[in-house]
């Protein structure tokens, strides 16, 4: 598959956000929304990196932001991940509950063993969520991972389908890989998919890995990390990043699945990536694809040309869209 047609409306999109810094290792991005019914806003979770080296460091802040027409942005909450005495804090999610309840799921690498872990907190509202209440939702090393992190749910039918990306050991994997506190960033591992199902937010069943790289020289043989699932004709298509090696770790490009029923994939984009930003490394990642107002809502981090990344959003008509 070559360049989706999509590709040029996500370039021509309007931004959301934008880094703090104008250089390489300068984020805004990692977004997941949520359009909240009671509320009548979509909250926007998204991080604010800087490069190695530059206080606070890498993830330093997750942020979450409201907006009632895509258009104007208002942060209303945030975290530093020193409250969770973590290195780095990465995707986070909110979903409100039948019960009324904000849940918002966050992951950030693990203090106490270095890995990346997906932690869980509840709220009556946005505004008054304490981080300090956090609790573990999963942790790598009682799933038989090397790390957990960026999740993302679809909800169909009253049950929640929670994408994680996770990292699986390989020959080359050992204690020392998590020195650097990021083992997707050593090469010491594959990134893959993985999912959880739960009815009520709460109470998870981890059901296993359901995407994963193969191959030896394929553009996606390191990372298949799919980051929002639009369900289409009775299918389901999932935009992934994928990476051929952890030199490409924060640089990924985005390809195309498809499945009929969530856990079994076929790739789309077997050749090549199909959408990708045409400054620097290419990178156009972290798409998240919803259903809104009689439209197909995108999200979703590109490279500029100057190497750093913004956060950009626009949307399709229903009418007629095809990923296929």
């Known amino acids: 598959m070559s360049k989706h047609p ?16 104008d250089e390489q290792g300068y984020w805004a991005g990692a977004p997941g929304w949520y359009w909240d019914k009671q509320d009548q806003v979509s909250y926007i979770c ?35 991940k020193d409250i969770y005495g973590s290195a780095s804090i990465e995707k986070s999610i909110l979903r409100r509950g039948n019960d009324g309840v904000f849940r918002y ?22 505004e008054s969520l304490d981080a300090a209440k956090t609790q573990r939702l999963f942790t790598a090393t009682d799933l038989g991972l090397e790390g957990i992190k960026d999740p993302w749910i679809l909800e169909e039918n009253g049950k929640y389908h929670l994408f994680l990306s996770v990292a699986i050991n390989t020959a080359s994997t050992k204690d020392s890989s998590h020195d650097t506190l990021d083992i997707f ?13 739960s009815d009520d937010l ?8 359901i995407l994963k790289p ?7 043989k390191y990372c298949r990390r799919i980051n929002s699932v639009l369900p289409l004709n009775g299918k ?15 640089e990924e490009r985005t390809g195309l699945a498809v499945s009929t029923d969530l856990k079994n994939w076929e790739i789309l984009s077997p050749d090549e990536p199909c959408i990708t930003s045409p400054y620097a490394t290419g990178s156009l990642r972290y798409i998240d694809a919803q259903y809104h107002e009689n439209k197909i809502r ?27």
Not at 6 to 21: D, F, H, S, W, Y
Not at 214 to 220: L, N
């Open 46 to 80: 998204y991080r604010i990196r800087r490069p190695r080296g530059v206080e606070p460091d890498r993830g330093g802040e997750s942020r979450i932001a409201k907006t009632s027409d895509f258009k104007t942005y208002e942060d209303v909450w945030s975290v530093h």
């Open 236 to 250: 389901y298509y999932a935009f992934y990043d994928g990476s051929e090696g952890h030199h490409q770790n924060y």
């Open 214 to 220: 193969e191959g030896d020289s394929a553009w996606d």
């Open 298 to 324: 995108f999200m979703y981090e590109l490279t500029r040309a100057n190497g750093s990344h913004e956060m950009r959003t626009t949307s399709f008509s229903t009418e007629g869209f095809s990923l296929e």
């Open 6 to 21: 999509i590709t040029e409306n996500l370039l021509n999109g309007t931004i959301a956000k934008e880094p703090v810094g």
């Open 185 to 197: 960033n050593t090469g010491e591992c594959i990134s893959a998919t993985a999912l959880a199902t």
């Open 105 to 126: 799921l966050t992951s950030y690498v693990a203090p106490e063993d270095g890995r990346w872990c997906v932690t869980i907190n509840k709220s009556d509202n946005i």
């Open 202 to 209: 709460d109470n998870w069943n981890y059901q296993g890995i």
